[in-house]
């Protein structure tokens, strides 16, 4: 009696395992992870635009910030940042009033596709060119587009190597 009761114990316990042991789980279908060039493409409307005298801001002189939204005719600037089907940028244009920062026009790309391991901000490269050999400018994305809507980008004037001025772009999608 005892080994039939060990024998069924045993088969009971092997028929579990037959049946929830070997089974794969389903983890769904395969999809592309999700890039930078999702979040960051599309048209952009800028919210607010400051000037940050850098040098003045390391030596502790004040005003080192200054707001130039309401000026220059910044309220009506908008950036598109295009992607092709696959999401690899193509063209960025920036229409409106506003003085040119850096060009209005051309190709652009990012530094990396995913967002850095060590916090360090990616960069939006724009070129003139299309097979993207002569950089014109760089963006510092600054805060990178997740459940909100908005993006920070910086544009930083070096001489020599030293940064002497910034422009700080906040910007909501407008899609």
């Known amino acids: ?6 024998l069924l114990l045993l088969c009971l316990v092997s028929l579990f395992f037959l049946q929830f042991g070997c089974k794969k789980p389903y983890d769904g279908s395969y999809v592309d992870p999700i890039t930078l060039y999702e ?6 409307k800028l919210n607010d635009i400051s000037q940050v005298d850098e040098t003045a801001k390391v030596a502790g002189i004040s005003p080192d910030e200054i707001s130039l939204f309401s000026q220059f005719g910044f309220e009506n600037l908008t950036l598109s940042l295009q992607v092709d089907e696959k999401n690899n ?4 244009s920036v229409s409106g009033d506003a003085p040119e920062l850096f060009p209005n026009s051309g190709y652009w790309d990012l530094s ?9 901000a990616p960069v939006i ?8 050999t002569d950089l014109q400018a760089q963006l510092s994305v600054v805060s990178v ?5 908005e993006m920070e980008l910086k544009l930083t004037r070096k001489s020599g190597g030293v940064a002497f001025v910034s422009y700080n772009y906040k910007l909501t999608n407008v899609q």
């Open 39 to 44: 979040k960051v493409k599309g048209e952009w």
């Open 112 to 120: 990396a596709s995913f967002p850095a391991a060590n916090g360090t």
């Open 1 to 6: 009696m005892k080994t039939i009761r060990a």
């Open 125 to 132: 490269n724009l070129y003139s060119d299309q097979a993207k």
């Open 89 to 92: 940028p193509t063209t960025y």
């Open 145 to 149: 587009p997740g459940a909100k809507t």
